[in-house]
C-alpha cells in the first residue's frame, strides 16, 4: 500500500511539472517551445557557430579529397 502511495505522489509530482513548464505554451495563443539548439541562437550564427552535426554535414560536402559515388555496378 505504501509504494502505491509513493507511486501517485511521484506521478503527481511529475504531472505539476510538465504542466508548469508547459504554461506559456498553454496560455499564449501561438506559443511554443523556445529554440534551445545551438543554429536557433541569433548571437551564435553571427560568430558562425554551428551545432557539430551541420559542420560535419558541411565537412563532408566540401571536402575535395572527397570519392566520388556512383550508382554503376561493376562485373
Not at 57 to 70: L, Q
Amino acid at each position: 500500500m505504501e509504494i502505491l502511495k509513493t507511486l501517485l505522489f511521484t506521478l503527481l509530482i511529475i504531472a505539476v511539472s510538465i504542466a508548469l513548464l508547459a504554461i506559456t505554451v498553454i496560455i499564449k495563443k501561438n506559443g511554443r517551445f523556445p529554440n534551445t539548439h545551438v543554429g536557433g541562437n541569433k548571437a551564435m550564427r553571427k560568430r558562425g557557430i554551428k551545432c557539430v552535426q551541420s559542420q560535419d554535414k558541411d565537412a563532408r560536402r566540401d571536402n575535395p579529397m572527397r570519392i566520388k559515388e556512383t550508382s554503376k555496378k561493376f562485373n
